[in-house]
Every structure is written in structure tokens, then in C-alpha cells.
């Protein structure tokens, strides 16, 4: 069809489905899912000096002190760009190549914007960087596991009784863009990785919908 997009090959920006990562490196370093976050509204300042940012969650408000597995669980905004001022935009620039995905910039050019918008892939890269995480014999990624598989952790933003609660243990991570274009969900475990993506394939965004259709 005239305009559709190619769902495999097609770069889109890819949102909140990588702060997993994000995550991850936090509980290499020294965390737990235990330790605590702030999750608040505040002002970054990036590489150019014109340009600050100011992160906003889904539903517009603070949860100020929060765990590391419920800000990850409710993918809250304002603490995981925290959480990546703590590691370094330039560590996890890194990381993201070291994993294989195919950043078209450099770090400076999505700065905090590299675990919210900013960075475009195809659903096959990020299906390949999520295999990383599918190892759960390794105390990190099983951690990261226990975080994303657990409905408690996402019921201020999910609903402790969600769509996205499975019949079998699986990882959960949702994206939705600020149009609703993209809704997107990966699920995962050491068996398998499941990607669902919805949306029009004329480009435009879809109506009637909420951020777990």
C-alpha cells in the first residue's frame, strides 16, 4: 500500500523500551530494586546551551521518593531521566552500541532524551538487544526480570488487574508515543521474546485507544 510503513525494517522512535537497560545498569553498579529514586519535576540542562529539558510523566504528576522496581514497573519519566543523569548519558550511549543497536548520532544529540524519544529503531534491533536480557541464570537480569514481571510494581499506572498481566511469567515493557501512532509491547523470558505493535499504516494516529490498547 502507497505510504505504509514496513514494520521490521522501518525506524521509529522507540521510547520507554529501553530504560530496562537503563535500569540494568543501575543494579550492575550497586542498587537493588529496593533502593530509591526521586521521581519530581526538574530542569536539565543539556549539551546546548540554549536548550534545557524538563521530563514529564504519562499522567502529569511527581511520586517523589519511589523504588527502583515501581518507577521502572510504571515507566515513570521523571525518575528514569534521573536515574540516567546518576549513570552518564555517555555510559549509556555505550551500553546502547555495545548491544548492538544502530544509533544514528551521538551521544550529545539525544542527551536525556536517549531513554524517553530520541533514539529510532527498527523492531528487530531491539528484539535482538532485548536476547541480552533473556539470560536469568545472571543475578542482574533476573532482578530486572522480578521488576517487569511483577503486576505490583506497575499498579499506580497499569492497574494491579492489567492486560498486560500474563498466564505464564513474562518480562513486560509498553510504549505509547505522545500521538498515539505507536503502541507497542515486548514481553520476554529466557524462552522467548514477544513483540506486539499497533498501529495505522497510513502513519496516522489512532483514535478510541489508551496507552495499553
Not at 552518564?88 to 548492538?100: C, D, T, V
Amino acid at each position: 500500500r502507497e505510504n505504509a510503513i514496513d514494520m521490521i525494517t522501518k525506524k521509529r522512535s522507540v521510547g520507554s523500551v529501553l530504560k530496562p537497560f537503563v535500569y540494568e545498569m543501575m543494579i550492575e553498579r550497586w542498587a537493588s530494586p529496593e533502593s530509591l529514586i526521586l521521581d519530581d519535576t526538574r530542569v536539565y540542562e543539556t549539551e546546548v546551551a540554549t536548550q534545557s529539558y524538563i521530563p514529564e510523566n504519562y499522567i502529569p504528576k511527581s511520586y517523589w521518593p519511589i523504588t527502583l522496581r515501581e518507577a521502572l514497573g510504571n515507566s515513570l519519566n521523571s525518575a528514569s531521566v534521573r536515574l540516567s543523569e546518576k549513570i552518564g548519558i555517555w555510559r549509556i550511549y555505550e551500553k546502547f552500541r555495545s548491544l548492538g543497536f544502530d544509533l544514528d548520532h551521538e551521544a550529545w544529540y539525544y542527551w536525556y532524551g536517549i531513554v524517553l524519544w530520541a533514539v529510532e529503531l527498527t523492531l528487530e534491533n531491539i528484539v535482538h538487544g532485548y536476547r541480552s536480557l533473556t539470560s536469568l541464570e545472571k543475578d542482574d537480569k533476573f532482578l530486572l526480570f522480578e521488576m517487569l514481571s511483577n503486576p505490583e510494581n506497575r499498579a499506580q499506572t497499569f492497574w494491579i488487574s492489567s492486560i498486560l498481566n500474563t498466564s505464564i511469567p513474562l518480562a513486560v515493557k509498553t510504549w505509547t508515543s505522545s500521538d498515539f501512532r505507536d503502541n507497542w509491547v515486548i514481553g520476554y523470558n529466557n524462552d522467548i521474546i514477544i513483540w506486539v505493535w499497533v498501529w495505522n499504516t497510513t502513519n496516522e494516529s489512532m483514535d478510541d485507544i489508551s496507552w495499553i490498547t
